[in-house]
């Protein structure tokens, strides 16, 4: 009779164990669908070419979206901004069709992902933007036709993010700018 019980006992330790491990696991990505409305345009997300992001909050059920990758980090940044931050999510444009179609379903971790900055491509609202990658050297095949740094997540620096749209517009004359508009 004694081993019945232990067993159970021994099941539900288990079973404790596998909650403990998965409790910590940051939610997983949604997938980008015509409702998503960017934060801080109200515009729908799909209508903008270049990387995006979402960021899910310990607070809400559905994701808040970004036109782009830099305003999700912007959202990161600002002190009016809610804290309670249960994941942050980018496109990875190493895996995205095209610009102009970052992709769905391919989203990567942003504290995990390598940003190239000052790169010559424009973003979401047509600012400079930080375009997401989860493997360098797909970054570095960006940075070569397409200019700019690679740096983490955390080496962003805030000074880029909240910029606005100061950044110079890509220089027409320049003909790696025109053949750079192409990811591929």
């Known amino acids: 009779m004694r081993l019945p019980g232990l067993a159970l006992l021994s099941a539900l330790v288990l079973a404790g164990c596998g909650q403990q491990e998965t409790a910590g696991a940051p939610p997983p990505p ?30 809400r059920l559905s994701p808040v979206w970004f ?20 994941a942050i999510y980018v496109s990875d444009m190493g895996r995205a069709p095209s610009w102009e179609e970052p992709g769905a379903t391919n989203w990567i971790d942003a504290r995990k992902a390598l ?45 880029y993010v909240l910029a606005g749209n100061e950044a110079p517009p890509p220089d027409e004359a320049d003909p790696a700018t025109a053949a750079g508009r192409a990811m591929h």
């Open 30 to 59: 949604q997938p980008l669908t015509r409702e998503a409305l960017g934060a801080y345009c109200g515009m729908n997300v799909l209508e903008h070419p270049g990387p995006k992001g979402q960021i899910i909050l310990a607070s």
């Open 67 to 86: 036109s782009s990758a830099r305003d999700a980090l912007a959202f990161t940044m600002l002190p009016e901004e809610p804290k309670d931050i249960a």
């Open 115 to 159: 940003f190239v900055i000052e790169s010559r491509l424009r973003g979401g609202m047509g600012a400079a933007e930080a375009v997401p990658f989860a493997e360098r050297a797909a970054a570095e095949r960006f940075v070569t036709e397409n200019g700019g740094r690679i740096v983490a997540f955390d080496d962003v620096p805030q000074s």
